[in-house]
Each structure stands twice: as structure tokens, then as C-alpha cells.
């Protein structure tokens, strides 16, 4: 265990516009749901669903 590295998993959303296509990354919120159209897009003001779910994890 001396020798053994620190693993930090942090959960990302990633969202995209059913109108215009445009993709988004954040960092997961608590009840994001896969394929749930939860706001509005940002540059075309369409809807935006949740197209992945994923973790990275980091060695410290």
C-alpha cells in the first residue's frame, strides 16, 4: 500500500442540442438521467438532451 497510487474518479454529463447539434461536458448533477431533455441550448436556444454519462479517473 506504500507504494500504491490514489485513484479520483469524477463523473462527467455530456449534453447535445436536438436542434443545432452542438455538444456540451459538465460535471455530473445528482438525477441526470440518459436521453432526458432537461434544458435549453445556449447558441440556437433548442432543447438539450443527455447523450452520456461517464467517469474519468486521475492517479495521484
Do not use: A
Not at 44 to 54: M, V
Amino acid at each position: 500500500m506504500i507504494f500504491s497510487k490514489k485513484k479520483i474518479t469524477t463523473e462527467y454529463t455530456v449534453e447535445q442540442c436536438t436542434k443545432c447539434g452542438t455538444i456540451t461536458k459538465r460535471k455530473f448533477h445528482q438525477g441526470d438521467i440518459l436521453f432526458t431533455e432537461i434544458s435549453h441550448c445556449h447558441s440556437c436556444d433548442g432543447l438539450t438532451r443527455i447523450e452520456k454519462i461517464f467517469g474519468e479517473t486521475v492517479e495521484q
